[in-house]
């Protein structure tokens, strides 16, 4: 019968996961089977990793994110807080890869930052060297070539905005007023600034 084990920092992970020495992990996370965690990565706290997930050296991921099944954190991603890779989303860390041509150093890899709230969805693609902005929605299948703006709802391929997502997740509308304000049960209300960016108005 398979067993989790609790480690040394008050984390858990099942009997199949291979954490080497050296990983910081955070009090409270989960780790599920098949995954791989690499020496020098950082993990906080109350984070949950699915099944078969690799993070690779050097990667930093925030307390209480959500890394679903079949998702590889490669060298040079960043995860911040609360932030959802959905199930077997694809980062990327090097723009012109070639097998006869190995780039397969640090110089090599570009940094992805995601920030704070992000979703990215099951089966997008994150190519390397943008930043996705807070409270950011990429949809499902979708595929990122540039950066995201804070709160941008993204879909296609390549991926464009197409609205404005609420901290919780839904599609803002706009009221007579001109702000966008969430139709859930939050009610949250946001303006779009000179800048073209987003606010929340408190």
């Known amino acids: 019968m398979s067993q989790v084990k609790e ?14 020495e050296g990983a910081q992990i955070g009090e409270g ?20 990793i699915g099944q078969n997930v690799l ?5 930093k991921v925030g307390d209480f994110c959500k890394i679903q099944n079949n998702v590889s954190l490669y060298e040079g991603v960043v995860l911040e807080n609360y932030v959802f890779c959905g199930p077997s989303m694809v980062f990327t860390n ?17 940094q992805t930052l995601v920030k704070h709230g992000a979703s990215l969805g099951a089966n997008c693609t994150i190519v390397c060297g943008v930043t996705i902005g807070e409270w950011a929605f990429v ?3 979708a595929v990122v070539t540039k950066d995201v703006k804070p709160y941008a709802l993204m879909v296609g391929v390549p ?25 859930g049960e939050h ?8 800048d073209g960016l987003l606010s929340r108005i408190e």
């Open 7 to 20: 480690f040394p920092g008050g984390f858990t992970a099942h009997e199949s996961a291979y954490i080497d």
């Open 55 to 59: 993070v690779a050296s050097n990667v």
């Open 139 to 141: 949809a499902a299948g």
């Open 159 to 183: 991926a464009r905005q197409i609205g404005w997502a609420c901290e919780c997740g839904l599609t803002l509308r706009e009221n007579e007023s001109g702000n966008l304000v969430c139709p």
């Open 94 to 110: 090097v723009l012109t890869p070639r097998c006869a041509y190995p780039r397969n150093t640090s110089s090599d890899y570009h």
């Open 187 to 194: 009610g949250f209300r946001y303006r779009v600034g000179e």
């Open 29 to 48: 996370t989960r780790i599920w089977h098949y995954t791989h965690v690499s020496s020098t990565s950082v993990i906080g706290k109350k984070v949950s």
